[in-house]
T-cell receptor, first 119, second 113 residues
Framework: AQKITQTQPGMFVQEKEAVTLDCTYD???????LFWYKQPSSGEMIFLIY??????QNATEGRYSLNFQKARKSANLVISASQLGDSAMYFC????????????????FGTGTRLTIIP | AAGVIQSPRHLIKEKRETATLKCYPI?????VYWYQQGPGQDPQFLIS???????DKGSIPDRFSAQQFSDYHSELNMSSLELGDSALYFC????????????FGPGTRLTVL
């Protein structure tokens, strides 16, 4: 079963508008973390925002906020006042609780949403 | 601030050749991860190391091997390269203190001809 689902393969948004990128996840763990990464055409993976499963408040980082609805298992990324430089691929990812005695668990990624900002 | 360093950034190989990718984690990070991202795909986990021991293994082909050295840098060795190995290979590092961020390197773009 898909652990991370991003249902929007592509989105076009007018500059300065807000945009919401959808992400739903599937886990039976109580302890997990949700991440959003941005991947511009140059290829690097840029960390945007993190939400822990026990965090009571939605995470915010500048123009990025995460709309975390635990009961619905969704972790949507909201970008306010979009800019041309926001055009990129956006990945939602999840890290589940430790299943080994060593180190942290890997990230599982969704298939991504390609966001294009229109001038 | 120091970031994850990967070398080389680009690599072109012929089929059946070998390749070695290197990763230098952020200082004091004790965990290293390798991911493979094929064209138009999401990153797929290959393998991870914590304190120089393999901690988890994903969909890594038997032709690939990896290790983490005493200075915490890691190398991914790929043998008998196939066309399908052409991808962007990311290394990421983190500290073992909970469900926090993995910092990604810039990636190595491997092209197999």
């Amino acid at each position: 079963a898909q652990k991370i689902t991003q249902t929007q393969p592509g989105m076009f948004v007018q500059e300065k508008e807000a945009v919401t990128l959808d992400c739903t996840y599937d886990t039976s763990d109580q302890s997990y973390g949700l991440f959003w990464y941005k991947q511009p055409s140059s290829g690097e993976m840029i960390f945007l925002i993190y939400q822990g499963s026990y965090d009571e408040q939605n995470a915010t980082e500048g123009r990025y906020s995460l709309n975390f609805q635990k009961a619905r298992k969704s972790a949507n990324l909201v970008i306010s006042a979009s800019q041309l430089g926001d055009s990129a691929m956006y990945f939602c990812a999840m890290r589940e609780a430790f299943i080994s005695n060593f180190g942290n668990e890997k990230l599982t990624f969704g298939t991504g949403t390609r966001l294009t900002i229109i001038p | 601030a120091a970031g994850v360093i990967q070398s080389p950034r680009h690599l072109i190989k012929e089929k059946r050749e070998t390749a070695t990718l290197k990763c230098y984690p952020i200082p004091r990070h004790d965990t290293v991860y390798w991911y493979q991202q094929g064209p138009g795909q999401d990153p797929q986990f290959l393998i991870s190391f914590y304190e120089k021991m393999q901690s988890d293994k994903g969909s890594i082909p038997d032709r690939f091997s990896a290790q983490q050295f005493s200075d915490y840098h890691s190398e991914l060795n790929m043998s008998s390269l196939e066309l399908g190995d052409s991808a962007l290979y990311f290394c990421a590092s983190s500290v073992e203190t909970g469900l926090n961020e993995q910092f990604f390197g810039p990636g190595t773009r491997l092209t197999v001809l």
